[in-house]
């Protein structure tokens, strides 16, 4: 139980020095943020709990064939805002633009026989 609670304070820690930090610097927020570590976070969990390199493998290549699509997200965002969309409803489009990316990336991935 205490390794759960660890594990979430040191999650969430990164996510609250990111907003934290943002405030200040939006650069270095991104800067940080844009480093991958909630996924390095989490293959370090995975390895810990399970011992399984394999598993650690698969997460690895999922996670790269799934950062392709999430960039939706970071690009449509601020041309929705700059639109003139409200923050919200530009979250709300982008976040529907990036889930259709997702399945596109998935649908594509499937075609040409590769698994995740």
Same mark, same amino acid.
């Given at each position: 139980?205490?390794?759960?609670?660890l594990?979430?304070?040191?999650?969430?820690?990164i996510?609250?020095?990111?907003s934290?930090?943002?405030?200040?610097?939006?650069l270095?927020g991104?800067?940080?943020?844009?480093?991958?570590?909630i996924?390095?976070l989490?293959?370090?969990w995975?390895?810990i709990?399970?011992?399984?390199i394999?598993?650690?493998?698969?997460?690895?290549? @999922? /996670?790269?064939?799934?950062?392709?699509?999430? %960039? &939706? #997200?970071?690009?449509?965002?601020?041309?929705? +805002?700059n !639109?003139?969309f409200n923050?919200w409803?530009?979250?709300?489009?982008? @976040? /529907?633009?990036?889930?259709?990316?997702?399945? %596109? &990336? #998935?649908?594509?991935?499937?075609?040409?026989? +590769?698994? !995740?």
């Amino acid at each position: 139980m205490n390794y759960i609670i660890l594990k979430l304070i040191i999650s969430s820690g990164i996510i609250t020095l990111v907003s934290e930090i943002s405030k200040k610097s939006s650069l270095i927020g991104g800067i940080i943020a844009s480093i991958p570590l909630i996924s390095v976070l989490s293959m370090i969990w995975l390895y810990i709990d399970s011992k399984d390199i394999e598993k650690v493998k698969n997460l690895s290549t @999922s /996670i790269f064939w799934m950062v392709i699509p999430s %960039l &939706t #997200l970071f690009l449509s965002l601020p041309i929705l +805002i700059n !639109i003139g969309f409200n923050f919200w409803y530009s979250l709300i489009i982008a @976040s /529907i633009l990036t889930i259709g990316f997702y399945i %596109l &990336t #998935l649908l594509t991935l499937s075609y040409y026989g +590769i698994k !995740i």
